[in-house]
């Protein structure tokens, strides 16, 4: 009941008219920028934090709720009506909702992704609302070496386990990792790979590596195989679902949440599997009711069920965020950025050194979801009228954005030389199938790693053996093993439930280019 009354606080600070016209403005543009091909959430994020700076916390917090679940609304969008997914997490809604808008179902596709991402949100908020104290509460009885062996935990699963290939995976965290190390140390003062260049003393901030990587570097790969054949939209009139689509897609959604939370909960979580599990169950229940032909052909559940279970996971992910301080999708290292920036770092101490911060961004994510509802189901046409954008002027916009938002973020034009640089090296990262997450882990993470790594040798007067001198550390260095282990077995067997995802994702990238 306790949480029940921090949350009613938090509703009573951000339920203000001009909160909520913030919210408004939030879902509005996160919708906007999400919508457009090949944009993920985690990018329309990283594109709109500026427009956050100069605000109070509690609007900020507010109109960033409504960009993020207006981000993950507008991926889906894409996904139905142009086979262009955003996000690998997306791949799944694609692969059924594209079959109905091209069977003239565009609408109902539309309406139950919709209606399953505000079910699935809403819920997985809740749940948040519960697991996150709890969580936080023991979270404060950690020690350093076991929230080093978490971190450790958190990238080696983002890294190996939930990525096509680990090779590649682990070389985009040594360059994350890398990154992180730039700027003076802490505790020596020495620099570290500056080049001998003042501005990079205090290190790279991350809004300029998570925009220099998603937007410039997907406008550069864009342009390097763009095609002049004009996008094919698929008309769509105003979204709904008839009384049969109704009794077919409740089911799909409450499945999809329960896959989609717990995934997203796990301080090495992700959206990815959740989604192909939930494609599996809702295809195997059909088989058992005889309706398994229409899969493949546009099935309304094949859309239900990865849609919920994507946002329910992307809820998820709020409780190691906020009780952890770990990020683990690619959406919310940028969220974390987006606190740090108001210099609130989000581990165990947060909940009771600011816990009306933490209780107004719970409430705002709820009223950005239901906003998020309300307006744009009735906004969908025009969203598909976004998508007729000619490819060039459409990322001229994206890199004007970019530009801004790298340079407003400390005011110097030397960051937008940094942003060229970050920019080229996402468009290599693409060239060469190098996933993002496990870079954008590693520059966030790295620096907390090192101070928990010196914390815990400084305690144990420098003695090794004192990374693994408590028993939750213990543990988590089995799961690491097993980790690491598991998925080589597995593979051996029969392809790995991502590699499959990667298959399907591989499949639509003609479409993203064209």
Known sequence: MDSLNLLLDGFGAALTPENLLYAAIGVFLGTFVGVLPGIGPAMAIALLLPVTYGLDPVPAFIMFAGIYYGGMYGGSTTSILLNTPGESASVMTALEGNRMAKAGRAAQALATA??????AGTIGTLLVVFFAPALAGV???????????????SMVMVTSVLGGSWMRGFISLFLGLTIGLVGLDLNTGQSRLSFDQPLLADRIDVVVVAVGIFALGEALWVAAHLRRSPLHVIPVGRPWMGRADWKRSWGPWLRGTAYGFPFGALPAGGSELPTFLSYLTEKKLAGRRGGDDEFGRGAIEGVAGPEAANNAAAAGTFVPLLALGLPVTATSAVMLAALQGYGIQPGPGLMTDQPELVWVLLASLLIGNFLLLVLNLPLAPMWAKLLRIPRPQLYAGILFFAALGAYATNIQAFDLFLLLVMGLLGLMMRRFGLPVLPLILGVILGPLMEFRLREAMAISGGEV???????????????VAIAVIAPLVVRRVRPAPAAVAADIEESTEEEKVR
């Not at 919709?114 to 079910?119: E, H, K, N, T, V």
Request: no cysteine; glycine share 6%.
């Open 139 to 153: 979270a404060v009885k950690i020690g350093a070496p076991s929230y080093f062996a978490l971190m450790v935990l």
């Open 114 to 119: 919709a209606i399953g991402s505000f079910i």
């Open 465 to 479: 053996s004192a990374l693994w001198s408590e028993p939750l550390a213990v543990v988590i260095y089995v799961i």
